[in-house]
């Protein structure tokens, strides 16, 4: 059921004003985050723009997928002319968010310190590797963390540590950037004082990891690699149908029975040794046979119409290019198109509702500097300022 809102008309951080000196995936997506809420967030790039527009390969997908709802101001911030830019820019802000490596921004004049005394309301939320401690000054990566943090361990074949198959810790390392921001936000309305918000991608991958930490200690349960793990359920496996695969998921004894049922299976469902979830794990070794031979008699198609009818949970194993022709995801706008240049692509909308309303694109991916002289004058630069920055090449965009 469809509510009466005014979520897109009112968003619901209209009025904060970011600033965005985000590079690659983890800052991008905090600043995502906050933008397709509503906030206002300025891309502070360099003067020949983010170095991810021009990626290929894996990360050729960065900057069309991050930096919808943002506008872009481009300047050269290792120049002493922006100086004053900037702290006219830290005046104006709510929040600014970076994850360069361990101290560029105080180097460059623009850390937390500096900020805060340009503005002493200002939220800063600093994204790292590391948070403080022994590992503080080292640079990092996802795929670092993953292989530090225990992560890519679980992932991969015993002994062959695998990486996750998305940017998994610099998302959710960017979400947490997001959630210590709207904290401080929540708490500066109070005390009218910022605060430094910090995110790290290390502890992120600890936090992941977080439940087989608590597995071992609180169940004595070894840690293995999650494809060697002992399994807890009858039925939670891929299953090779004649065309394809599926992933099924048996959690219980209702399930257990209504499955049987549908897939014609009752000689497992009245079997003495199959009375229970205890027993059908004991049993994997030869009832998974049984079930691969049924599997195997049917298409993808056939069997999860059965599952759908014994409700049971279920997937078919697909590609990311399956879901742009998804018809749950295109009935209920989770899917958006974004346009950079002449190219559109369709990617998806933040996996949250608010009054069954999702985030919308209200701007696209914007070109280096879009916006760069409409905030000089925004944030108070006189017409010989701005004339005298473009001129000087410390800026760039069009005019």
């Given amino acids: ?45 360099r003067v020949e723009g983010d170095p991810t527009r021009g990626l290929k390969g894996f990360g050729s997908g960065f900057f069309g997928y991050l930096n919808r709802n943002k ?133 992120t991958t600890a936090f992941l990891v977080g439940q087989h930490m608590a597995m071992a200690q609180f169940g004595d349960t070894p840690v293995v690699p999650m494809p060697a793990r002992t399994q807890a359920w009858c039925l939670y496996d891929l299953c090779q149908c004649t065309d394809g695969q599926v992933f099924i998921g048996i959690t219980s004894d209702a399930q257990w029975e209504r499955f049987c049922a549908s897939f014609n299976l009752e000689e497992l469902l009245c079997d003495p040794r199959l009375g229970s979830n205890a027993a059908r794990v004991d049993a994997r070794p030869w009832m998974l046979g049984v079930l691969a031979k049924r599997f195997g008699e049917l298409t993808v198609a056939e069997t999860e119409a059965r599952c759908l009818k014994a409700k049971v949970p279920f997937g078919p194993v697909r590609t990311p290019l399956d879901l742009l022709e998804d018809e749950h995801l295109l009935a209920n706008g989770s899917l958006l198109q974004v346009a950079v240049g002449e190219k559109v692509a369709t990617v998806p909308a933040m996996p949250f509702r608010i009054d069954d309303q999702a985030p919308e694109v209200r701007i696209q991916p914007q070109e280096i500097g879009a916006q760069t002289e409409r905030y000089l004058d925004a944030w108070g630069l006189t017409p010989g300022e701005r004339e005298e920055l473009f001129t000087s090449g410390v800026v760039a965009g069009p005019r």
């Avoid at 995502?32 to 891309?43: E, K, N």
């Avoid at 009218?192 to 995110?199: E, I, K, L, N, P």
């Fill in 71 to 203: 506008e872009s101001v481009a300047i050269d911030l290792k120049s002493p002319l922006s100086q004053s830019v900037m702290y006219r820019a830290f005046e104006w802000a709510d929040v600014v968010i970076e994850n360069f490596g361990p101290d560029v921004m105080n180097r460059l004049g623009f850390g937390y310190e500096a900020a805060q005394a340009a503005n002493p309301k200002l939220v800063y939320c600093s994204m790292k590797g590391f948070l403080p401690g022994p590992y503080q000054d080292r640079p990092a990566l996802d795929e670092v963390v993953q292989m530090m943090g225990g992560l890519a361990y679980m992932t991969g074949p015993v002994g062959q540590p695998i990486r996750a198959g998305a940017s998994v810790v610099d998302m959710a390392g960017g979400m947490f950037g997001a959630i210590g921001i709207l904290a401080a936000l929540r708490a500066a309305e109070q005390s009218g004082r910022g605060a430094f918000v910090t995110s790290a991608l290390y502890e």
């Fill in 1 to 45: 059921m469809k509510h009466n809102s005014s979520f897109n008309s009112q968003l619901p951080l209209q009025g904060v004003k970011v600033l965005d000196f985000g590079h690659t995936v983890m800052a991008p997506t905090c600043g995502l985050i906050l933008a397709d809420l509503g906030a206002q967030v300025v891309r502070i790039e």
